[in-house]
């Protein structure tokens, strides 16, 4: 197929590797989302926070200093009996405290900014998900893709923050105590300080880097062990039919045990990395003290200056510290949010044309013209179907199982495009309209009906959720589900359960039916519609179906015969190719494959 089936950059599963893009066009990717276009009201909170965030060093670099004139005063028989040491030690307190509140003053302003760019990502992410062709989301592990969004959308609040507001501010400080330390100590201070810091940085970003394999190889088997979870959790019932709990604990297990062994070599090398961090602050801390306390016994310097020195130094060293934990954490969050940026390049593979204008329903007359699918390049599905459904008929296709009904519907939808053919609405193309346009005038009722975990009210205002409540128990009316809700004690409230497994298979299928009425499209689609239904409920909702589809274009895809007698006409699909073709009492007179199966169903009804 045309399409690629994976976001660009992942390898086969793309929920168990991350992408190798690298991390600046990750923090390329982010940028837009943090000065976004057409909002000075977040740039101007981003730009005042940048301007704190500068003032707040400037007073945290200069507090020493209020310190050191305090140790000098005190240290002076002179100026001990004044009150100038005891106001300096204040305005050291106070200057403490203001570069701690314009810190959180900066925070605040900055939060509605940031979180505007964490709803963004994630908005544009759901977006996107939902805008992949069913191709990637047949192929996709839920737990895995949850757990890797989940974690990508973390990411990027604590890139945000920190890269902001701790990496940036400690760069300005290590300049501002750099600059300090050449002018008030001398040139020799400043070197020993930029090589600490550079050894620092340096020995972090060797062996974070060494430890990154470590983070990759957590998060695969993170989401391995989750999507187990999710599988095993949402398959409850197949479980406990083959009484198969142990086996699903040993698999869940098996990955818990491959993330345990990746985690326990990720915190190794996290200790090696904290005690080689440790060991050069400390020698730099040792170095430092040592050349002021000679400067101070060659009365160069004063007692305050060795203060000072040793106040700059903690001061520094304390958010380098944090430095590397913000580096380590920096580090994981873009590996975090490669795989999150990796989704949103994923290829749509059904993707409306620049020019694409909405369907414009008239009639209603559909038509296949020549189609030709295949899932797979080496095996086609549908050779050269043609057929047309006129303005207000309704036509069925029937066929043994893998025959290609379904895919028909997908085709409709435009899930998939075509190879070669065209499949037209009243003349339009439905690969030159836009698919919103076209989605919205087709019901359908699946044969797989997946629920949400709501109210019944809810799912059936799922068709048109602008509906008023009088038009929502209209709908159940028709589909013969009214009854049934009337005998819950919660009655429209009733939550259905997951995928609405709380319902039985016919009582989810009448709730779909239900939900397309209200949508009342110009063109229905039933696929295999009361498959789940037996025979007494069938016979009770066909009469509304018939109700519901007279006057609409209606294509049905049927196992059951039955169903489908009064169809202006039925065609037979067998091995992707229409075989027979024409009204019930023609297609049995005829004697071929529909007289055969319709025998085998009437024999196996007996």
């Not at 895919?407 to 070669?420: A, H, K, M, W």
Request: charged share 20%; glycine share 6%.
């Amino acid at each position: 197929m045309k399409g690629q089936l994976m976001p660009k950059g992942l390898k086969h599963d793309p929920l168990q590797n991350s992408p190798s893009a690298g991390h600046w066009p990750v923090i390329k990717r982010l940028s837009p989302y943090l000065w976004p276009k057409g909002r000075p009201d977040l740039r101007w909170r981003i730009a005042l926070s940048l301007l704190l965030l500068v003032g707040a060093k400037v007073v945290t670099v200069y507090t020493p200093f209020f310190y050191k004139a305090a140790i000098d005063g005190l240290s002076n028989p002179a100026q001990q009996a004044v009150a100038l040491p005891l106001l300096l030690l204040v305005a050291y307190g106070v200057a403490r405290f203001g570069s701690v509140a314009l810190a959180q003053i900066r925070d605040a302003i900055f939060a509605k900014a940031s979180q505007h760019a964490l709803r963004s990502v994630a908005l544009e992410t759901f977006w996107h998900l939902h805008a992949l062709s069913l191709r990637f989301h047949l192929e996709r592990q839920t737990g895995g893709l949850s757990r890797a969004i989940e974690r990508g959308t973390r990411a990027i609040d604590f890139l945000l923050r920190f890269m902001t507001f701790n990496i940036v501010p400690t760069i300005l400080e290590l300049l501002f105590v750099a600059g300090v330390f050449y002018v008030h100590f001398g040139w020799q201070f400043a070197v020993v300080l930029l090589i600490s810091v550079a050894a620092y940085i340096g020995f972090s970003v060797m062996i974070t880097e060494w430890r990154t394999r470590f983070r990759r190889t957590m998060n695969a088997e993170d989401s391995k062990a989750n999507s187990r979870a999710v599988d095993s959790l949402l398959n409850f019932e197949t479980v406990k039919y083959f009484g198969n709990e142990a086996h699903e604990a040993a698999r869940y297990d098996k990955a818990l045990a491959r993330y345990q062994d990746a985690a326990v070599k990720s915190q190794s090398s996290l200790s090696a990395l904290n005690a080689g961090q440790a060991l050069i602050i400390n020698a730099a801390l040792a170095s430092v003290m040592v050349m002021t306390a000679q400067g101070f016994l060659a009365d160069r310097l004063t007692l305050g200056d060795v203060v000072l020195a040793n106040a700059l130094l903690i001061q520094l060293f304390v958010p380098l510290n944090l430095l590397g934990f913000v580096y380590r954490e920096i580090k994981q969050s873009l590996i975090d949010m490669e795989y999150l940026f990796g989704l949103l390049d994923a290829d749509r593979e059904v993707a409306d044309k620049p020019d694409a204008k909405a369907l414009v329903v008239g009639g209603a007359r559909l038509s296949f013209q020549n189609v030709c699918f295949g899932y797979d390049a080496r095996r086609q599905v549908l050779h050269d179907i043609s057929f047309e459904v006129p303005a207000g008929k309704t036509v069925a296709i029937v066929g043994p199982s893998g025959a290609g009904k379904s895919t028909l519907s997908r085709i409709l939808y435009r899930f998939y495009d075509i190879e070669s053919g065209h499949v037209q609405i009243d003349g339009q193309d439905i690969r030159d309209v836009t698919q919103a346009s076209l989605r919205a005038a087709i019901g359908i009722v699946p044969q797989d009906t997946v629920l949400f975990n709501d109210s019944i009210a809810y799912n059936i205002r799922y068709g048109r959720p602008d509906a008023r409540e009088d038009e929502v128990y209209e709908a159940a009316k028709l589909s013969r589900i009214d009854d049934f809700i009337a005998r819950l004690p919660d009655g429209y409230d009733t939550r259905v359960g997951e995928r609405g497994l709380k319902l039985s298979g016919g009582e989810k299928q009448r709730v779909a039916i239900a939900r397309t009425i209200l949508k009342d499209p110009p063109i229905l689609l039933l696929d295999e519609a009361t498959s789940a239904l037996d025979t007494r409920t069938e016979r009770e909702i066909q009469d509304a179906i018939e109700r519901v589809a007279r006057n609409r274009t209606t294509l049905v895809i049927a196992h059951r015969l039955s169903t489908v007698v009064n169809a202006d006409e039925i065609l037979v699909l067998d091995e992707g190719k229409i075989i027979e073709r024409g009204r019930h009492e023609t297609l049995l007179q005829a004697g071929g494959a529909y007289a055969a199966m319709w025998q085998r169903q009437q024999e196996s009804a007996g």
